[in-house]
């Protein structure tokens, strides 16, 4: 009877032993090196994400990729449009766009609007404003026909732009977001429904400000007037209420677009600056229109409360351990290579520049004399080695985090002598090198 008992205690002991060794080796293989999970920030939104806009770093994210229906924030790719076509010389600021029967349709059930005429005439910064500032989806589909000769023509132009951009989860059906199905006859001939992420809104904000910073002239007036000094004129409060003066006046906030329907709900990608950093906050299907707001105004506290922008090397430094390149053809056998100009990457407060390894490639068609002082020369990449690395938005501004590296000096062309006996020195140099290794080599 005690030998069993003695044998089912050591049973226990081994198994018990066995679990905590399973349980030990399922601990260990954690990804611990995996990015920690993002701060809990109790967000009553469907999605979200915060990007900082000059490194395109991710700060925050939650359900980032998938689309929802995005209502007027649609807008943000007729305005990158438009704006395009006014720097190419396609439009003019002061064009004038007349309106037909689908605009007037606009005017009198299209949700945020103007109340434009049938055969009313109004310039492309008349219109452009009243979208950018109102919302107004009218004076939307007057600059779609405007630019493109029908919405359906520019929707097609809207989704080729967002394929560009790299947005994965976007399709647009309408210039305006205002509800496909609700346009009757005039439904633009796309077929499918209007959808983008948080994610994608976040691509788009981010390419309108950077391509168009011109866009904040219009994005961060808080009151207009439409028709102004007319008998029909019409006062334009800004939907963006962090904009100064409005209800949720935020510190450093410009833009961008408000967006609601009913599926939709209520949704915001904003913009706003403070010091030298821009932060793009998207939140999508907040309950209110005050909810929004409110989540949107934690994303910017979260991001300028806990993230700033480290100079890693100012303008016209040189990288450690990569000081020179070797130059053919020049009087000089060496470069200086420096920084072209500074070099800023985003940093958790009370973080340093030390958290960055730096990597330099030279270019040598580029390290070919002449060189004249500011000429590029190569590529200075820095990545981040923090505990908690940031992803960025696109590919593209991964790429864009490469930074030039340039001639810090003039390197003029050697003469033919000067090349000549060179040429017999470095023979003469590398043979004499082989030769000692060789002999190095007898007596290993």
Same mark, same amino acid.
């Given at each position: 009877?005690?030998?069993?008992?003695?044998?089912?205690?050591?049973?226990?002991?081994?198994?018990?032993?066995?679990?905590?060794?399973?349980? #030990? /080796?399922? +601990?260990? &293989?954690?990804?611990?090196?995996?990015?920690?999970? !993002?701060?809990? *920030? @109790?967000?009553?939104?469907?999605?979200?994400?915060?990007?900082?806009?000059?490194?395109?770093?991710?700060?925050?994210?939650?359900?980032?990729?998938?689309?929802?229906?995005?209502?007027?924030?649609?807008?943000?790719?007729?305005?990158?449009?438009?704006?395009?076509?006014?720097?190419?010389?396609?439009?003019?600021?002061?064009?004038?766009?007349?309106?037909?029967?689908?605009?007037?349709?606009?005017?009198?059930?299209?949700?945020?609007?103007?109340?434009?005429?049938?055969?009313?005439?109004?310039?492309?910064?008349?219109?452009?404003? #009243? /979208?950018? +500032?109102? &919302?107004?989806?009218?004076?939307?589909?007057?600059? !779609?026909?405007? *630019? @493109?000769?029908?919405?359906?023509?520019?929707?097609?132009?809207?989704?080729?732009?967002?394929?560009?951009?790299?947005?994965?989860?976007?399709?647009?059906?309408?210039?305006?977001?205002?509800?496909?199905?609700?346009?009757?006859?005039?439904?633009?001939?796309?077929?499918?429904?209007?959808?983008?992420?948080?994610?994608?809104?976040?691509?788009?904000?981010?390419?309108?400000?950077?391509?168009?910073?011109?866009?904040?002239?219009?994005?961060?007036?808080?009151?207009?007037?439409?028709?102004?000094?007319?008998?029909?004129?019409?006062?334009?409060?800004?939907?963006?209420?962090?904009?100064?003066?409005?209800?949720?006046?935020?510190?450093?906030?410009?833009?961008?677009?408000?967006?609601?329907?009913?599926?939709?709900?209520?949704?915001?990608?904003?913009?706003?600056?403070?010091?030298?950093?821009?932060?793009?906050?998207?939140?999508?299907?907040?309950?209110?229109?005050?909810?929004?707001?409110?989540?949107?105004?934690?994303?910017?506290?979260?991001?300028?409360?806990?993230?700033?922008?480290?100079?890693?090397?100012?303008?016209?430094?040189?990288?450690?351990?990569?000081?020179?390149?070797?130059?053919?053809?020049?009087?000089?056998?060496?470069?200086?290579?420096?920084?072209?100009?500074?070099?800023?990457?985003?940093?958790?407060?009370?973080?340093?520049?030390?958290?960055?390894?730096?990597?330099?490639?030279?270019?040598?068609?580029?390290?070919?004399?002449?060189?004249?002082?500011?000429?590029?020369?190569?590529?200075?990449?820095?990545?981040?080695?923090?505990?908690?690395?940031?992803?960025?938005?696109?590919?593209?501004?991964?790429?864009?985090?490469?930074?030039?590296?340039?001639?810090?000096?003039?390197?003029?062309?050697?003469?033919?002598?000067?090349?000549?006996?060179?040429?017999?020195?470095?023979?003469?140099?590398?043979?004499?090198?082989?030769?000692?290794?060789?002999?190095?080599?007898?007596?290993?």
């Amino acid at each position: 009877m005690q030998c069993t008992d003695r044998k089912s205690k050591h049973k226990k002991i081994v198994l018990t032993l066995l679990s905590i060794f399973l349980i #030990a /080796m399922g +601990i260990s &293989s954690l990804p611990f090196s995996v990015k920690a999970a !993002a701060p809990n *920030l @109790a967000l009553e939104v469907k999605s979200a994400i915060l990007v900082e806009a000059s490194t395109g770093k991710v700060l925050f994210e939650m359900n980032a990729k998938e689309p929802f229906a995005p209502a007027s924030m649609t807008k943000m790719m007729t305005e990158y449009l438009i704006l395009d076509a006014i720097k190419n010389g396609k439009l003019s600021w002061d064009d004038v766009a007349t309106a037909d029967d689908y605009v007037y349709f606009m005017g009198k059930n299209g949700g945020s609007r103007v109340f434009i005429n049938k055969g009313e005439k109004r310039t492309v910064r008349e219109l452009f404003s #009243a /979208m950018a +500032i109102y &919302s107004a989806n009218d004076a939307t589909v007057m600059l !779609a026909q405007l *630019l @493109a000769g029908s919405e359906t023509a520019f929707v097609q132009m809207m989704n080729e732009k967002a394929k560009e951009f790299g947005m994965k989860n976007t399709h647009f059906v309408t210039a305006s977001g205002y509800p496909e199905d609700l346009l009757k006859e005039y439904r633009p001939q796309i077929e499918g429904k209007q959808l983008m992420s948080a994610e994608d809104a976040a691509i788009l904000g981010l390419r309108l400000i950077t391509d168009h910073p011109e866009v904040t002239q219009f994005t961060s007036v808080p009151f207009a007037k439409f028709r102004e000094g007319q008998k029909d004129e019409i006062s334009m409060r800004n939907w963006n209420l962090l904009l100064p003066g409005l209800k949720y006046a935020y510190e450093g906030a410009d833009g961008l677009k408000t967006g609601h329907t009913t599926e939709a709900k209520w949704s915001f990608t904003a913009t706003a600056k403070r010091g030298n950093m821009r932060l793009i906050a998207v939140v999508m299907g907040a309950e209110t229109e005050d909810k929004r707001f409110q989540e949107t105004i934690k994303l910017f506290d979260y991001g300028f409360n806990n993230f700033q922008l480290t100079q890693i090397l100012p303008s016209g430094a040189t990288v450690p351990g990569h000081e020179e390149a070797s130059v053919s053809k020049g009087k000089e056998r060496t470069v200086k290579m420096v920084t072209a100009a500074p070099y800023m990457d985003v940093t958790r407060k009370g973080e340093t520049a030390a958290l960055f390894d730096m990597q330099v490639t030279e270019d040598p068609s580029l390290l070919v004399a002449p060189i004249k002082k500011g000429d590029r020369v190569g590529t200075l990449k820095v990545t981040y080695k923090g505990k908690e690395p940031f992803r960025y938005l696109t590919p593209e501004e991964e790429k864009k985090a490469e930074k030039a590296l340039v001639a810090g000096t003039d390197v003029e062309k050697g003469g033919f002598i000067q090349l000549f006996f060179r040429a017999i020195f470095d023979f003469i140099g590398n043979l004499f090198h082989q030769m000692v290794q060789m002999i190095g080599g007898w007596f290993r």
